[in-house]
């Protein structure tokens, strides 16, 4: 196991040639539960050493986006599926921006691969990079992504997905408060 002070360009490089990576978060309580959830598509975006993004498609929970507003502890993991073995962890603090909210524009264009209508983007500022052998990786080939979640999107439209998802997302599995709505602009 390996720890740096950054993202670099072995890290990089590493990163943006994995086709899936986790995000892992819990809230507070100790009854809570943790989530773990596997991201795909192009959907993640190095914005310096120590700062990352990716984009949320959406799904049937909000718990990354609730525990990150309740305390913003957050662990992203990238793991070779082929090639050599390693495992990388980038632990930190992540802010959940909903789409509509001024930091979701703010950050938009640094996916340009992910042309749909999205539920937000997570942001984190990286406190640890922490690598390690990956040995018990099993070896996967990359066949191609699923289309299904980005389709779904297309068929429903922006604003009909935000409607849908703040419905079903306004809370997570443990109560803590979920997706929340954009104050109204003033003029």
């Known amino acids: ?31 809570g539960h943790v989530n773990l959830s596997p991201k795909g598509y192009e959907a993640f975006a190095i914005l310096g050493p120590r700062r990352v993004a ?4 959406g799904g049937s929970g909000i718990e990354t986006h609730a525990h990150l507003n309740e305390n913003g ?18 632990y930190g603090a992540g802010r959940s921006h909903a789409h509509g ?4 524009d703010a950050l938009r264009e640094n996916f340009p691969g992910v ?7 997570i942001e984190v500022e990286v406190t640890r990079v922490q690598d390690s052998c990956g040995f018990g990786v099993p070896l996967y080939e990359y066949q191609g992504d699923r289309d299904r979640l980005a389709n779904h999107n297309a068929k429903l439209g922006q604003e009909a997905l935000m409607e849908r998802r703040f419905r079903t997302n306004a809370e997570s599995i443990d109560g803590l408060p979920g997706l929340t709505r954009a104050p109204a602009k003033t003029r």
């Open 54 to 57: 990716y984009i949320d498609l």
């Open 1 to 31: 196991m390996k720890v740096y002070d950054e993202i670099g360009v072995k890290q990089t490089a590493f990163i943006r040639a994995q086709r899936m990576f986790f995000v892992a978060t819990a809230p507070l309580a100790a009854d």
């Open 115 to 121: 042309e749909v209508p999205v539920r937000g983007i």
């Open 101 to 104: 909210m001024p930091e979701f």
């Open 73 to 90: 502890r957050i662990c992203l993991m990238f793991c070779a599926f082929e090639g050599n073995p390693l495992i990388l962890r980038l």
